[in-house]
């Protein structure tokens, strides 16, 4: 038996995916910049998806951008920003303390270049404001780049509101919606964002393929060069494969969002309840704004990767975070951003559920957490000392 609850790293393909990208590969597998017909076939079946994906995020074909992921249109989405802000003497940046590495990182090398960037104090619940927003904007402020949800605990933030203040306030807004598309409603013109990134393999689509939505009139920096493509702000041979598989699984994820969310939500709520009756436990994040899928625990006295390992054994793949920083031995940020204290954070569990997970999966997942937890914390030292009275609960 094996049991996934990882969808927040990847998700498995879909037929409608797979089916979607077999005849780019065999059929029509012309480079969309030859001008022979074979070239051209693939020219016209890119021009498609790219009305597709444009007309699920409510925006014009012209201001679609393909890249490798959400990675890459982050990137290109914020050092865009920030150029554009140099050349009018704006260098100031705001942000959030639990974004993903890929804006933290990227706001990192901008500040070695001497911009200032302003990271937001998540509250406890993980949300950020439009008024802690408009607390810290200043006439140099050149964007706010907020996360739509979080890839760890899977809060949703009020992101019509941020954008809202940033259209009047004459700042570019951007927001990592890798996490939310396909899985919330998006209208990139009804919210005023600016900058929006998002990633295939996210909403059961193919690995290493993205979008960068660009609002017209955003002049774009390029992070790749070498070449025309994508009205040539992004270099290179575009994956069409790939291109329209992530098309047709956003299209299918759009127009099943409102049930599968309904039906994810009630799975969700229901491992909330079981993890709950573990003593010492906490769930991470505002339990109402949050993904349908999305369950995040910190389990006191235990050690997050044992807990995995036992999991696995037990058929259950889940993660302690990101995917992109399970190498790294330190606390995740995103916990500590909410106030987790470091012994705390290390023992966290994030299970994200998706289309195929069922009641009967998470009515075993709680019983088998609950065995692991119990397991770890009877050859765990830290809590004989927290069971002896010698340390102090942190979860109470």
């Known amino acids: 038996m094996r049991i996934y609850v990882d969808n927040a790293a990847t998700t498995k393909m879909s037929p409608t995916a797979i089916n979607a990208m077999l005849p780019y590969m065999s059929e029509t597998y012309g480079n969309p910049s030859s001008l022979h017909s074979v070239g051209q076939a693939a020219n016209e079946a890119l021009a498609d998806a790219r009305s597709r994906v444009a007309g699920v995020l409510g925006c014009d074909a012209r201001e679609i951008i393909f890249t490798s992921g959400g990675s890459e249109a982050d990137n290109q989405a914020i050092l865009s920003a920030a150029r554009l802000g140099e050349r009018r003497g704006k260098r100031h940046i705001i942000s959030t303390a639990f974004e993903h590495h890929a804006v933290l990182h990227t706001l990192q090398k901008l500040e070695k270049e001497g911009f200032s960037v302003t990271l937001l104090d998540v509250h406890e619940n993980g949300l950020v404001t439009a008024e802690q927003v408009a607390d810290v904007i200043r006439e140099d402020t050149c964007l706010v780049t907020i ?6 605990i899977g809060t949703i933030q ?24 396909g899985h919330l409603p998006i209208n990139v013109r009804e919210q005023n964002i600016d900058l929006l990134s998002f990633s295939g393999h996210k909403f059961r689509g193919p690995k290493g393929v993205g979008v960068l939505y660009a609002r017209r009139g ?4 390029n992070v790749i060069e070498g070449g025309a493509q994508e009205w040539g702000k992004r270099a290179g041979t575009e994956n069409i494969p790939a291109i329209m598989g992530m098309a047709a699984a956003l299209e299918e994820a759009s127009a099943h969002r409102s049930e599968s969310g309904k039906r ?4 969700r709520d229901r491992l909330i309840e079981g993890l709950s009756q573990i003593p010492h436990s906490a769930v991470n994040g505002d339990t109402r704004s949050r993904l349908p899928g999305n369950v995040n ?4 006295g235990i ?8 999991l696995d054994d037990k058929g259950i793949c889940a993660s302690s975070g990101s995917a992109c920083t399970s190498g790294s031995l330190d606390p995740s940020h995103v916990l500590l951003a909410i106030g987790r204290p470091h012994e705390v954070a290390h023992g966290s569990l994030r299970l994200s559920l998706g289309e195929e997970n069922t009641a009967e999966e998470v009515e075993y997942i709680i019983a088998a957490v609950t065995e692991v937890v119990a397991y770890l914390r009877s050859i765990s030292p830290v809590w004989r000392e927290l069971e002896s009275g010698r340390k102090e609960f942190m979860l109470k």
């Open 147 to 152: 996360m739509y949800a979080n890839n760890e």
């Open 158 to 181: 009020p992101i019509a509101e941020i954008g809202a203040l940033c259209r009047q306030r004459g700042v570019l807004f951007h927001t990592d919606a890798v996490q939310a598309v």
């Open 218 to 221: 955003v002049a774009l920096t």
């Open 264 to 267: 994810l939500s009630v799975l």
């Open 297 to 300: 625990f910190c389990f006191e």
């Open 303 to 310: 050690e997050g990767e044992s807990l995995l390992l036992l």
